[in-house]
């Protein structure tokens, strides 16, 4: 019920970007395809990932060296924010 309620509210802010009806998740969770991790150095190269908000995914690397912006963009993603320690945030937008 909360997530219905929560849906609406947004719904109501923003009318033109939440959809009407929500798209399926996908079968694995995984909003990362497989360009997106070869950008990212793979999937072992990834710490820990947690969805936040709508839009944006944060991510942990274990080696940050290893991220490559311009192959991110190339692969879908449309704004990359590298932070301190390894952290990645990617604003991937309503991807469902």
Same mark, same amino acid.
């Given at each position: ?6 849906r609406?509210?947004w ?5 033109d970007?939440?959809?009407d009806?929500?798209?399926a998740p996908?079968a694995?969770?995984?909003? =990362?395809?497989? @360009?997106m991790l070869? +950008?990212?150095?793979?999937? !072992? ?6 969805? *936040?908000? %709508? ?16 192959? =991110?963009?190339? @692969?879908?993603?449309? +704004?990359?924010?590298?932070? !301190? ?6 604003? *991937?937008? %309503?991807?469902?």
């Amino acid at each position: 019920m909360f997530e219905k309620l929560q849906r609406a509210f947004w719904k109501a802010l923003t009318p033109d970007l939440i959809p009407d009806q929500p798209k399926a998740p996908r079968a694995n969770g995984n909003v =990362l395809n497989d @360009a997106m991790l070869a +950008a990212l150095g793979g999937s !072992a190269n990834i710490k820990s990932q947690q969805p *936040l908000a %709508l839009t944006r995914l944060r991510l942990e690397l274990h080696d940050p060296q290893l991220l490559d912006s311009s192959a =991110l963009r190339v @692969a879908g993603v449309p +704004a990359v924010m590298p932070l !301190a320690g390894g952290v990645v945030h990617l604003l *991937l937008g %309503l991807q469902g």
